[in-house]
């Protein structure tokens, strides 16, 4: 059908970023449920008599159900839609996060159960960000997804550098598992409100004007520059390109970069606080405090590194825009991590390794937006296997940094972290987001975005 763009229904401000906002409280709300573990290990391992190293072993637990089930996660977000998939998933959430806090010290095993919870937890959590993938494809045009997954991935700064001083706050209070009863009611209620406030498609929101679908759609008629064309939604049940997108250099070089990626950033979200607490000899409130700076920088760096995304890709082509961030940060945060870990005192290493966490991720977006970029409507599946393979090096990071750190030292530990960011960077160097790996991937869009 063919639209005006000066129609009288204009939206301010646009839905598309109402709906976006509230994925970025989602991502917020997830990262407390993962992170929360983190706050409250010091007293987990202590009421259930564990040591670090058996407690990265419950934190990788949830690492592994989320990796496993990123790509059904990603089929089922491109089949039903992310609308549905997102509102499962917190639902889900809610129930292993209460579980979390019931499983007793005393039973049989309890180490082994409380592991399967987590592992359940991250089931659940996996469908975040493939959905959220999904949407932005949907809902926003090649210009602009920079700017949406930053705002998205700022939720996880905000989300992790929350949670230090709430959940410790709450323990304080009222014990460790009060923490997660908190988690399960924030998840049904983002939950809810998602389900009442989201569509799949623009075209089925009450709420979106022409004007918001002209500009979604982004496709101009030739002959007339205020007229669009709007183009229908693709069938969902299409046949996924496997064999291209497994043999995609592109995807590889993601999903091997988003490893290092994960990796450095589980450092921050599995151990940072025990890091200050137990080797920088800050108490509990001090190492709270400490805690919240990574994740203040990561959202900065998020937000930001989305926005200078879009910035770069607008005005020297699209290679240069979602590339060359990405193989920067990952490269000083290398520098920064060893840095950090070399500091003499509590506060300059903590105030460094917080930059190093910001810099980290300034990349963020670029990931997801390159995935978009080259898959088109198979974004569920392409995002889930880069993710896949980033929370897999998260579930590396989480049970070997106490292993590294018990037999060599911390600072062994943040030196192979760094190791693993510099090969991160290198792995940008062959990413090519102009090749697409599956149907109305970027190829078939570039001339719709004003990009080139």
């Known amino acids: 059908m063919h639209v005006n763009s000066n129609h009288r229904y204009r939206n301010f401000p646009p839905i598309r970023y109402l709906l976006v906002l509230w994925l970025f409280v989602m991502s917020a709300v997830a990262f407390l449920d993962r992170t929360n573990i983190s706050i409250a290990g010091v007293h987990i391992s202590r009421e259930y008599a564990v040591d670090n190293t058996h407690l990265g072993w419950v934190f990788s637990a949830f690492l592994i159900g989320y990796a496993i089930f990123q790509v059904p996660a990603g089929l089922l977000a491109r089949r039903i839609g992310p609308r549905y998939v997102l509102t499962l998933g917190m639902a889900w959430c809610s129930i292993f996060a209460a579980l979390t806090a019931l499983v007793p010290p005393t039973l ?51 989300g992790a550098g929350l949670t230090p001083p709430l959940v410790t706050g709450i323990i304080l209070r009222h014990g460790w598992r009060a923490a997660f009863w908190f988690s399960a009611v924030i998840d049904v209620t983002v939950s809810l409100v998602w389900y009442l406030a989201a569509r799949d498609n623009p075209a089925e929101h009450p709420l979106v004007g022409e004007a918001e679908k002209v500009r979604i759609a982004g496709v101009q008629n030739q002959s007339s520059p205020s007229v669009v064309r709007v183009e229908p939604t693709r069938d969902a ?179 192979t972290a760094a190791s693993i960011a510099a090969l991160g960077a290198a792995g940008w160097l062959i990413i090519d987001p102009m090749k697409a790996c599956g149907e109305g991937g970027i190829n078939s869009m570039m001339t719709h975005s004003g990009i080139r």
């Open 108 to 158: 049989r095993g309890a180490l082994l159960v409380l592991a399967l919870v987590r592992f359940g937890l991250g089931v659940g959590e996996a469908t975040m960000y493939p959905a959220a993938s999904q949407f932005v494809a949907r809902w926003f045009p090649v210009g602009e997804r920079g700017k949406a997954n930053g705002l998205i991935f700022a939720g996880v700064g905000i």
């Open 237 to 415: 049940k299409r046949s996924i390109p496997w064999t291209k997108i497994f043999t995609s250099k592109e995807v590889f070089a993601l999903t091997m970069s988003y490893f290092a990626f994960v990796y450095v950033a589980w450092i921050f979200f599995a151990w940072f606080y025990i890091y200050m607490a137990q080797v920088r000899g800050l108490n509990l409130k001090a190492s709270a405090v400490f805690s919240m700076l990574p994740f203040i920088a990561m959202t900065i760096g998020c937000f930001g590194g989305g926005t200078v995304s879009d910035w770069i890709a607008a005005r020297f082509g699209l290679r240069a825009g979602r590339c060359l961030l990405p193989a920067l940060s990952l490269g000083l945060t290398a520098i920064l991590l060893v840095t950090g870990s070399r500091a003499h005192t509590a506060v300059s290493a903590g105030i460094t390794l917080a930059c190093g966490a910001g810099v980290l991720y300034i990349s963020q977006s670029g990931f997801w937006a390159v995935s978009a970029d080259i898959a088109g409507e198979n974004v569920g599946v392409v995002s889930a296997i880069m993710n896949m393979g980033g929370q897999l090096g998260g579930a590396c990071s989480a049970s070997l940094t106490p292993l590294i750190a018990a037999h060599v030292g911390w600072e062994m530990s943040f030196v």
